[in-house]
């Protein structure tokens, strides 16, 4: 019997409004437990800045992760570009970055991205192990799962494991000049919107054996031009291939619970 499958995005921070989300898609209790028996729950990235309480929201999808497991469920989440843009400012602080022309380094960057700095004070040795160790994709059901809108991720390899592995390893490197160049990738969005669309969403499937591309990153204000309170569940685009799940949680919209049903096959 396959389990249900369920995407959340972009939480930014909004740590209860998170929290009732999950509650009304009947995943989890008022206090932030896990309540969906054996469904699948992923998170695809950007827990931190914007809101009030980043590390509460990882805090939180960690005990999700670890009461689903419990109960024969899965809570899987992935990294996106805010925690590695946080990540940069608690390694290197306001060190200048060589040919990048960024008052204040990383640090001023992150500051200017929406970091918080109470997100940074409490940022513990674990949460950035638990960071450290977050994939950048994943494949369930046919639905290739990511944070960006973008075809990018294709510069780190060919395959699911393989970029994950890549990922990993430039997530910890300490070259401020390589992390800018990685920061610039997990942050690329657009392919797979205009004329071209399309046909780069299909390659990326193609490439990475899944037939439909699910990602946050790029809100659906943004990508389709919609006022806030016309935000009210996710929009798909690119020829059908993908779907957008960031309701604009920071930009007054809603925190989306996606309900992903089976797909038949791989896009060919």
Do not use: C
């Not at 028996?37 to 998170?43: D, I």
């Not at 990602?215 to 020829?239: C, D, K, M, W, Y």
Request: aromatic share 8%.
């Amino acid at each position: 019997m396959i389990t249900p499958l369920y995407a959340v995005s972009d939480v930014h921070g909004h740590r209860t409004a998170m929290r009732a989300a999950l509650r009304d898609a009947g995943l989890a209790s008022e206090d932030g437990r896990w309540t969906g028996g054996e469904a699948r729950l992923w998170f695809l990235g950007d827990y931190v800045d914007r809101g009030p309480d980043g590390i509460g929201v990882i805090d939180d999808i960690r005990q999700l992760a670890e009461d689903a497991a419990a109960e024969g469920g899965h809570v899987g989440a992935l990294l996106g570009n805010h925690e590695a843009q946080l990540l940069a400012a608690h390694r290197f602080r306001d060190q200048p970055v060589p040919g990048w022309d960024e008052p204040g380094g990383f640090l001023g960057a992150w500051r200017r991205w929406g970091g918080l700095q109470a997100d940074l004070d409490r940022l513990s040795a674990d949460h950035r192990a638990w960071i450290g160790g977050l994939p950048a994709m994943a494949v369930e059901d046919g639905y290739l799962l990511v944070h960006s809108d973008t075809d990018a991720y294709l510069r780190y390899g060919s395959a699911v494991g393989e970029i994950n592995t890549r990922v990993m390893l430039e997530l910890a490197g300490d070259d401020p000049e390589a992390f800018l160049y990685f920061a610039g990738v997990l942050s690329d969005r657009g392919p797979f919107y205009g004329s071209d669309g399309e046909r780069r969403a299909r390659h990326m499937l193609r490439e990475l054996g899944a037939g439909h591309i699910v990602h946050g990153h790029t809100t659906l204000q943004n990508l389709f031009g919609l006022p806030s309170e016309q935000v009210t569940e996710p929009i798909r685009h690119a020829g059908g291939l993908a779907t957008a799940i960031d309701g604009g949680a920071y930009k007054g919209g809603k925190i989306l619970v996606a309900r992903l049903t089976p797909l038949p096959a791989p896009v060919h």
